[in-house]
Nanobody, 124 residues
Framework: QVQLVESGGGLVQAGGSLRLSCAAS????????MGWFRQAPGKEREFVAA??????????YYADSVKVRFTISRDNAKNTVYLQMNSLKPEDTAVYYC???????????????WGQGTHVTVSS
């Protein structure tokens, strides 16, 4: 079992930055693929970013809409994954969810564990 708790959401002006954190319980945190997804009102939940630990280093994945602006990272010692969001746009407004899974980088169905979500609002 893995429990995930997100934090760091809030209201920010366009062009600003936020850093989301996701604290995970469980001893096997480092073995999971950790992902961030978001869901805007009236829209489906969509992939944002993911990080997968490989033998020597982490591999990161990003949706085209956030590439260059967002950075995902993890601290296995703290059982925490982060999402640094820069140059935020109003279209980034959504509830952001942290998730843990073992395969399927971009698809929600492969993530077994989910946090409760944190709200991000970007004003124009």
């Amino acid at each position: 079992q893995v429990q995930l708790v997100e934090s760091g959401g809030g209201l920010v002006q366009a062009g600003g930055s936020l850093r989301l954190s996701c604290a995970a319980s469980g001893r096997t945190f480092s073995t999971y693929i950790m992902g961030w997804f978001r869901q805007a009102p009236g829209k489906e939940r969509e992939f944002v970013a993911a990080i997968e630990r490989s033998s020597r280093s982490d591999t990161t994945y990003y949706a085209d809409s956030v590439k260059v602006r967002f950075t995902i990272s993890r601290d296995n010692a703290k059982n925490t994954v982060y999402l640094q969001m820069n140059s935020l746009k109003p279209e980034d407004t959504a509830v952001y969810y942290c998730a843990a899974g073992t395969r399927g980088i971009t698809e929600t169905r492969y993530y077994a564990y989910w946090g409760q979500g944190t709200h991000v609002t970007v004003s124009s």
